[in-house]
């Protein structure tokens, strides 16, 4: 989804300000590294930009899944995710948090919120809730889909489920195995970037079970940092229309060599 809206609730809190949402490129910083870009329609806030697909997208965020926001100050803000919406999971994080605070000080800080909403197809509103409650979930709606963080595991909910990805090599052989999950089907597929290449390329994809070969364009972001990893872009749609891939099924990957990679599919 390429934008997220903002619950009125949490912008009347003041953690984002006018004079924020008025400079000429808002930007709020998630995990010190993540520089997400904030849009204002009337009275209306979003987390967009090219950078904010590419969030969901390495962290893994579904649709069904909640987002706690918490913030830290100075527009920085960490997050927790957890699977399905479990708003009583969701309410003993907050409640514990908040014992654990030593002082209104570090609470005005460290407030952690969740606001329910479900976002339209359209343009992502819906009309506010639970204004008189202090906690609020903050629910996005992307396609339903248990995955594995991969990447980062320690800001991702032990809620998840995770999904399969695998990294080996036989003999000289490299290979990923990888199960499809929804934003793959719908996007890119992405996975490790210590796995297929070091900058973009184009990448020959052949099914073994109907003998065919699609190209598709294989991208690497964020190279040379922590955050780096691999995507298979261009062409990819075209691969899992025609060989029919669902949510669920099993990949493997085999490269044969740099521009050639051999794919197994397993059904689910």
């Known amino acids: 989804m390429e934008k997220m809206p903002i619950p009125p609730e949490f912008l009347q809190r003041g953690y984002i300000s006018e004079e924020d949402l008025n400079r000429p490129r808002p930007i709020a910083t998630f995990l010190t590294s993540w520089h997400i870009e904030l849009k204002k329609d009337g009275p209306n806030v979003f987390f967009t ?53 030593q ?9 952690e919120h969740v606001s329910t909403r479900r976002r339209t197809h359209s343009n992502g509103i819906t009309p506010g809730a639970q204004s008189q409650e202090e906690e609020h979930v903050c629910t996005r709606k992307r396609k339903q889909s248990e995955v594995k963080s991969m990447l980062d595991g320690s800001t991702t909910s032990q809620h998840r489920k995770k999904a399969l990805c695998e990294l080996g090599s036989t003999g000289s052989q490299a290979w990923l195995r990888k199960e499809i999950n929804e934003l793959a089907l719908k996007r890119y597929l992405h996975f490790p970037a210590r796995f297929g290449f070091l900058e973009r390329c184009k990448i020959t994809l052949k099914s073994v079970e109907r003998n065919k070969s699609w190209e598709v364009e294989g991208v690497n972001y964020h190279p040379g940092t922590r955050r780096s990893y691999n995507c298979l872009t261009r062409g990819w749609k075209a691969f899992c229309k025609e060989n029919e891939l669902k949510a669920g099924d099993i990949c493997t990957f085999k490269v044969v060599n740099s521009t050639l990679w051999h794919v197994v599919i397993d059904r689910c």
């Open 49 to 101: 930009g090219s950078e904010w697909p590419k969030f969901l997208a390495y962290f893994e965020i579904a649709e069904t899944d909640v987002l706690l926001i918490k913030y830290q100050g100075c527009m920085n803000f960490s997050f927790e995710t957890f699977q399905n919406g479990n708003n009583e999971d969701i309410e003993e994080k907050i409640s514990s948090s908040q014992q654990s605070e």
């Open 103 to 111: 002082s209104p000080a570090a609470q005005c800080q460290e407030d």
